[in-house]
Nanobody, 115 residues
Framework: QVHLVESGGGLVQPGGSLGLSCAAS????????MGWYRQAPGKQRELVAG???????KYADTVKGRFTISRDNAKNTVDLQMNSLKPEDTAVYYC?????????WGQGTQVTVSS
């Protein structure tokens, strides 16, 4: 079992920045993918950014150039730095980790972009 704990998020004005962090614990396996999804009210959950098994990064087109994902393998953490935030970035952000054929999810953290 893998446990994911998210931190960060909150309320920010348009154009502002926020950082999210996700820490994994439990039965950690060295081969994995990990990153962030988000779900806005009335919409499907969508991939925001993530690391592939090979260690490369992928981003949703809507966040490219504004969001940056990073990780610390020693600490089993993945961070998401979000800049130039827009109202349409408002959503619940979920950390995920895929390993050994299973997907684990964090509890979600709210990000609200509003003036």
């Amino acid at each position: 079992q893998v446990h994911l704990v998210e931190s960060g998020g909150g309320l920010v004005q348009p154009g502002g920045s926020l950082g999210l962090s996700c820490a994994a614990s439990g039965s950690i396996f060295s081969i994995y993918t990990m990153g962030w999804y988000r779900q806005a009210p009335g919409k499907q959950r969508e991939l925001v950014a993530g690391f592939t098994i090979g260690g490369s990064t992928k981003y949703a087109d809507t966040v490219k150039g504004r969001f940056t994902i990073s990780r610390d393998n020693a600490k089993n953490t993945v961070d998401l730095q979000m800049n130039s935030l827009k109202p349409e970035d408002t959503a619940v952000y979920y950390c995920y980790r895929d390993q050994l054929g299973k997907t684990y999810w964090g509890q979600g953290t709210q990000v609200t972009v509003s003036s």
